[in-house]
């Protein structure tokens, strides 16, 4: 297939004008001619994700955030900021990124949030267009709803407020802390997203808002699969392959033995 035709499917699911005005979306390392045969899909290309792709043959990586956001003055293969650049270059595979547009999408990171943890009815919360908004469906309290989010995106949960009934949730995907005003303008009991500052945390509980923060990486990684399952069926010719190396996760401490 080629690589221009693989753009217009994923540019189909996640335009790049809905792209924030700061990203970096689209195609950033390849020649749109060439054709692809397999792609390895992940939310960053870290070094390991690109020595992955060079070792599986991947003609492309395909990633959630961008690995360039601003301009590059030099490519060093160990300068932190270009050693992956420099590796797909030399591998000569290309990269493609969809990052606030897939955000933003239908189908996109924070509907299948939605779908993940049982949201139902949600809606696009502006001027962004990438939060949504909806109602669980059955009422719980937000301790009980806080593992559900443990249970579902295999990760641990930090709550800011107090145990209450939640009804109506809104979730970002991701860094989202900053927009805990359009969660709670738009009805939320309690905000889902991956990080929040304490600052932010604060300022929620003065509105009344509860805030579970339950990791960047958790809660952007439930689009890759149905992503893939998009990608299967909009294209002919191309294999699709989860990153097995992703990204860099925080984890607790191994138990002394």
Avoid: W
């Avoid at 992955?52 to 060093?76: N, Q, W, Y």
């Avoid at 989010?149 to 995907?173: D, F, K, P, Q």
């Amino acid at each position: 297939m080629e690589l221009k035709a693989f753009i217009d499917v994923m540019n189909t699911l996640a335009p790049p004008e809905t792209a924030l005005d700061f990203d970096n979306c689209g195609l950033l390392i390849g020649i749109e001619k060439n054709d692809i045969k397999r792609v390895l899909v992940a939310l960053d290309c870290t070094c390991a994700v690109a020595e992955e792709a060079a070792e599986l043959s991947c003609d492309l990586v395909l990633t959630h955030h961008p690995l360039i956001f601003s301009g590059l003055k030099r490519i060093l293969p160990d300068d932190p900021v270009s050693a992956a650049v420099y590796k797909l270059i030399r591998s000569g595979i290309g990269l493609f990124a969809a990052h606030t547009n897939l955000d933003a999408a239908e189908g996109g990171v924070n509907t299948e949030l939605c779908t993940v943890l049982g949201i139902e009815n949600a809606i696009t919360v502006p001027p962004e267009n990438i939060m949504r908004v909806g109602d669980l469906r059955e009422a719980m309290e937000l301790d009980e709803f806080a593992r559900l989010v443990e249970e579902r995106l295999g990760t641990v949960a930090h709550i800011s407020g107090e145990n209450r009934i939640v009804r109506r949730v809104a979730v970002m995907g991701g860094s989202g802390g900053g927009d805990c005003a359009y969660a709670k303008a738009n009805g939320a009991d309690c905000y889902v997203t991956g990080e929040c500052k304490y600052s932010q945390a604060i300022g929620a509980g003065v509105m009344g808002l509860a805030v579970i923060t339950a990791g960047h990486y958790e809660t952007e990684n439930p689009v890759l699969r149905p992503l893939i399952e998009y990608l299967k069926a909009n294209t002919s010719g191309v294999e699709f392959i989860v990153s097995r190396r992703g990204t860099p996760v925080f984890r607790t401490a191994k138990s002394a033995t």
